[in-house]
């Protein structure tokens, strides 16, 4: 079992940036993905990006080149860093986990794991 906290999250202009945190705890011992989603009232989960074991990412196309996953081992944490932050990346950010996972594909239903959330606004 894996427990997720997420933290980072808060209210920024737009264009300006963010940096998300995960700490993990428990086991995570093997191959596994671990991504971010993001939620909006009324929508459901969306995939952000996914970070493998080994290193390969995924990223949603409405992300990519803004966001960035990745992970620091040494502290069993990942991170999403966040740039030219727009309106409409306001959402409550999740981390999660698919132990044993292999393709690390944006889909909320692979991962078993889930953080609390944490609130992105930017206005």
């Known amino acids: 079992h894996v427990q997720l906290v997420e933290s980072g999250g808060g209210s920024v202009q737009v264009g300006g940036s963010l940096r998300l945190s995960c700490v993990a705890s428990?086991?995570?011992?093997?191959?596994?993905?671990m991504g971010w989603f993001r939620q909006t009232p009324g929508k459901g989960r969306e995939a952000v990006a996914s970070?493998?074991?080994?290193?390969?990412?995924r990223y949603s196309p409405s992300v990519k080149d803004r966001f960035t996953i990745s992970e620091d081992k040494s502290e069993r944490s990942f991170a999403l860093q966040m740039n030219s932050l727009q309106p409409e990346d306001t959402a409550l950010y999740y981390c999660?986990?698919?132990?044993?996972?292999?393709?690390?594909?944006?889909?909320?239903?692979?991962?078993?794991?889930w953080g609390q959330g944490t609130q992105v606004t930017v206005s």
């Open positions: 970070i493998r074991s080994d290193g390969m990412t």
């Open positions: 428990g086991d995570t011992i093997g191959r596994y993905c």
């Open positions: 999660a986990a698919d132990l044993g996972g292999r393709d690390c594909y944006l889909t909320a239903y692979l991962y078993n794991h």
